[in-house]
């Protein structure tokens, strides 16, 4: 990979959007501040995934981008010179840092406006095709990637870190914390005690049926008499609503009531979380609560760590509709009837080994 960077002291992380994303290239900030102690690292995010950077404390700075506001005022009152002359005084904010070294984790044209931009020496990026990286003077070879943690880290090894642990994380608020137990009193919750279902995700392909949440809530409602809470943003309410209308136990409504920061401080204090590849999920695992991850054209082996109470299902035909309200129902069993949970160790309970085996010798595309 030619020559080992060193001698730097500022450094720039590029990673935009969107949330899970953000918080799947959190290592690198990590990792670079482990090898590289008196660094100075900061960080541009777009305004939707602030939350899960600010704060970090391997970050002196977070460059808050409200790409998307500015975008949509602009095309509101068709004043372009106010958006040109927005962006152009962000990047001023960028360049007076002085930053040795940027990297574009995004590899996109608007990630590569500001790498090109930043006055920074070298200009690193991870390759995101058919997008060129116009604005970078070192390139991460593009490759096939077992994992989308070894991709981000990758870009690693232009500074000789070869070794780097893909270690989540996702900064919470001493306010989000009193937040949470101000959620918990007022729905009458105990810790590791509820259940949250996030059925929402970007893209409907990746959506697990709510009727099949409605009779998964209910099963596990009558089996482990623990609450279930709905999260989601203040789109996804029809979500809530559909769910409680099929089902025959409440559900709390929480849709579009809290901060990301504020959902990752309730979601730390659940008994599980079951979710589709969405942000919220990674947020959880970041924190490291017990999850089901539920996969269909994404691909589980590819965004999911091998880690004791994670449990990650694919659909057959990489299709989501075709995980069963059973086969999630047996993965939340695991893990609630079990306190670790650790794939890997559990050959001497042939059922449960062949359960999770089942999942993983699935087809995934990546």
């Given at each position: 990979?030619?020559?080992?960077?060193?001698?730097?002291?500022?450094?720039?992380?590029?990673?935009?959007?969107?949330?899970?994303?953000?918080?799947?290239?959190?290592?690198?900030?990590?990792?670079?501040?482990?090898?590289?102690?008196?660094?100075?690292?900061?960080?541009?995010?777009?305004?939707?995934?602030?939350?899960?950077?600010?704060?970090?404390?391997?970050?002196?700075?977070?460059?808050?981008?409200?790409?998307?506001?500015?975008?949509?005022?602009?095309?509101?009152?068709?004043?372009?010179?106010?958006?040109?002359?927005?962006?152009?005084?962000?990047?001023t904010k960028i360049r007076q840092q002085r930053f040795d070294i940027v990297?574009?984790?995004?590899?996109?044209?608007?990630?590569?406006?500001?790498?090109?931009?930043?006055?920074?020496?070298?200009?690193?990026?991870?390759?995101?095709?058919?997008?060129?990286?116009?604005?970078?003077?070192?390139?991460?070879?593009?490759?096939?990637?077992?994992?989308?943690?070894?991709?981000?880290?990758?870009?690693?090894?232009?500074?000789?870190?070869?070794?780097?642990?893909?270690?989540?994380?996702?900064?919470?608020?001493?306010?989000?914390?009193?937040?949470?137990?101000?959620?918990?009193?007022?729905?009458?919750?105990?810790?590791?005690?509820?259940?949250?279902?996030?059925?929402?995700?970007?893209?409907?392909?990746?959506?697990?049926?709510?009727?099949?949440?409605?009779?998964?809530?209910?099963?596990?409602?009558?089996?482990?008499?623990?609450?279930?809470?709905?999260?989601?943003?203040?789109?996804?309410?029809?979500?809530?609503?559909?769910?409680?209308?099929?089902?025959?136990?409440?559900?709390?409504?929480?849709?579009?009531?809290?901060?990301?920061?504020?959902?990752?401080?309730?979601?730390?204090?659940?008994?599980?979380?079951?979710?589709?590849?969405?942000?919220?999920?990674?947020?959880?695992?970041?924190?490291?609560?017990?999850?089901?991850?539920?996969?269909?054209?994404?691909?589980?082996?590819?965004?999911?760590?091998?880690?004791?109470?994670?449990?990650?299902?694919?659909?057959?035909?990489?299709?989501?509709?075709?995980?069963?309200?059973?086969?999630?129902?047996?993965?939340?069993?695991?893990?609630?009837?079990?306190?670790?949970?650790?794939?890997?160790?559990?050959?001497?309970?042939?059922?449960?080994?062949?359960?999770?085996?089942?999942?993983?010798?699935?087809?995934?595309?990546?």
């Amino acid at each position: 990979m030619g020559k080992k960077l060193g001698g730097f002291e500022r450094v720039l992380i590029i990673r935009l959007s969107a949330i899970g994303d953000v918080i799947q290239a959190s290592p690198v900030a990590q990792a670079l501040k482990k090898f590289f102690p008196h660094s100075r690292i900061s960080w541009v995010v777009e305004t939707k995934s602030k939350d899960v950077v600010e704060g970090n404390s391997n970050l002196q700075h977070v460059f808050v981008w409200p790409r998307k506001e500015w975008e949509a005022e602009a095309k509101k009152t068709g004043n372009v010179y106010k958006l040109i002359k927005r962006n152009w005084n962000f990047i001023t904010k960028i360049r007076q840092q002085r930053f040795d070294i940027v990297i574009d984790l995004q590899g996109m044209y608007r990630s590569d406006f500001i790498s090109y931009f930043s006055g920074a020496k070298h200009r690193i990026c991870l390759p995101n095709p058919p997008e060129p990286c116009v604005g970078a003077n070192i390139y991460t070879p593009n490759r096939a990637f077992s994992t989308v943690y070894e991709r981000y880290l990758s870009v690693l090894l232009h500074f000789g870190i070869e070794e780097a642990q893909p270690i989540l994380e996702m900064p919470l608020t001493a306010a989000a914390e009193i937040y949470s137990r101000y959620f918990m009193i007022n729905h009458g919750l105990q810790a590791r005690n509820f259940i949250i279902f996030n059925p929402s995700t970007s893209w409907p392909s990746k959506c697990w049926a709510l009727e099949n949440f409605a009779k998964l809530g209910d099963m596990l409602a009558a089996e482990f008499k623990m609450p279930i809470v709905v999260f989601g943003d203040k789109s996804d309410k029809y979500m809530a609503q559909a769910i409680s209308m099929q089902m025959n136990n409440p559900i709390i409504d929480a849709t579009g009531s809290m901060t990301l920061k504020e959902l990752g401080a309730v979601a730390k204090q659940a008994g599980i979380f079951i979710s589709g590849d969405t942000g919220p999920l990674y947020i959880a695992q970041a924190l490291q609560v017990p999850t089901v991850a539920l996969f269909g054209v994404t691909s589980a082996m590819y965004y999911q760590r091998n880690l004791p109470n994670q449990i990650a299902l694919q659909g057959k035909e990489n299709s989501i509709g075709n995980l069963t309200v059973n086969e999630v129902l047996q993965a939340v069993r695991l893990i609630l009837t079990k306190k670790k949970l650790d794939p890997l160790s559990m050959k001497n309970d042939k059922e449960k080994y062949l359960f999770l085996r089942s999942f993983q010798s699935r087809k995934r595309l990546h």
